[in-house]
């Protein structure tokens, strides 16, 4: 199965550098910081989220009446809810997530994401109800940064502080900028302050590694952290300075029959 890298270099083996890979359907697959004899998860992974919890959840903007027909596609006649997920990561990057009751998908593909839910009135209709989950980066892994609260994100140090390091919104509230995240080609974490206003927020998506916080009064900084992942072996048998590309999927060996016990790519020199 044909893979892409995208912005990012080969992991050279015994050096640590990052890098994000994309497979043929759109899912980025795990980044990681490799050594000799190991790696060590760097980012993580996206994935699906039921964002609201299970039950009988429809999936909404910004709030439970924001139901505006241009946040989906509508696909009938689908028979569970892993083919409604299977068109959504068939249609990446614009798949948000996906809404489904029986024999009926909708594919979101709102830019701002999946923010809010609503439990419809089942009078009437099928028992098992409506099934809501996001699709991207999990929101459940943002993660208080030193406490979160009262605290702006920073990069390296307390100072660290760049506009190339994060996009920013203005939105209404944090779950409007945690589904900022969730949607995001890359978050690795989400600044949120509300304005003088009171009715609108700050959010800023960050794509640079969050490794410190400084104080700002009513800001929150959380960081995404997905759970550990085991080290796997590197699989190079090539000299030091062979460029190795590490990943998990095993099916990447088929591109590459010489990649051993398929936990990684060695390019050669």
Known sequence: MLRILLTGM????????????????????????AVIGRTEPQVGQRGWEA????????????????????????FNNISSVEDCKALCVAN??????????????????????????????????????FTC??????AMYLQPMEGGTNKACRGEHPEDKSTSYFDQSVVRNLEDCRALCVAADVCRGVHFSMYADGLHGRCEIWKQAIRATKSQS???????????????????DAPESCACF????????DTCPNCGTCTSFCSGN
């Open 92 to 129: 990446q990057p614009r798949c948000k997530g996906m809404e489904y009751s029986v024999g009926r998908c909708e594919m979101w593909i709102r830019e701002e994401g999946i923010a809010s839910w609503f439990s419809p009135n089942l009078t009437g209709l099928d028992p098992a109800g």
């Open 246 to 253: 590490v990943q998990r999927d095993s099916n990447f060996c």
């Open 133 to 138: 989950h996001r699709y991207g980066w999990p």
């Open 10 to 33: 080969l992991l050279v083996c015994g050096h640590a550098v990052s890098t994000i890979a994309l497979d043929s359907r759109g899912e980025v697959l795990l980044s990681v910081r």
């Open 218 to 236: 009513g800001a929150t900084c959380l960081r995404f952290e997905p759970p550990a992942q085991p080290a796997v072996t590197n699989a190079c």
């Open 51 to 74: 964002f609201a919890g299970t039950g009988n959840r429809a999936c909404r903007g910004t709030r439970p009446t924001d139901n505006n027909q241009s946040y989906y596609e509508l």
